[in-house]
């Protein structure tokens, strides 16, 4: 895995900016968290990690970008997104077919009569 050089400490406010903002970018772009929705903060020198991943595996390989990023202490509240089947995402289907006869892509208006 190639990292950008590690931030010494996290003592500065510049030092927990960057840091937190160079993980963000690594975890945002790692093959496999895709679908992750994962925020990073320095807090009390130990970098935070919150929101949701896909599965385990994608929690596990956030938790480890940030370890060998950071070289500090990592807290992990990550929440595993709990698979609902496909019934509960609908699906929309994008059409290029004209819309059917005797209906109109979209509505007119109504011509005022005296």
């Not at 003592?11 to 903002?21: H, Q, S, W």
């Not at 772009?29 to 385990?56: K, R, T």
């Not at 202490?73 to 709990?82: G, K, P, T, W």
């Amino acid at each position: 895995m190639l990292f950008l050089a590690r931030s010494p400490s996290l003592t500065t406010p510049l030092d927990r900016y960057a840091t937190c903002a160079a993980i963000r970018c690594l975890i945002a772009y790692a093959e496999g968290l895709e679908d992750c929705h994962i925020d990073v903060a320095a807090i009390e020198g130990a970098i935070v990690l919150s929101g949701m991943a896909s599965n385990d595996e994608a929690r596990q390989r956030a938790i480890a970008i940030a370890a060998e990023y950071a070289g500090t202490r990592i807290v992990s509240s990550i929440a595993l997104r709990a698979d609902r089947g496909p019934s509960s995402h609908p699906q929309i289907e994008l059409s290029n077919s004209p819309a059917p006869s005797g209906q109109t892509a979209a509505p007119k208006t109504p011509k005022e009569t005296s």
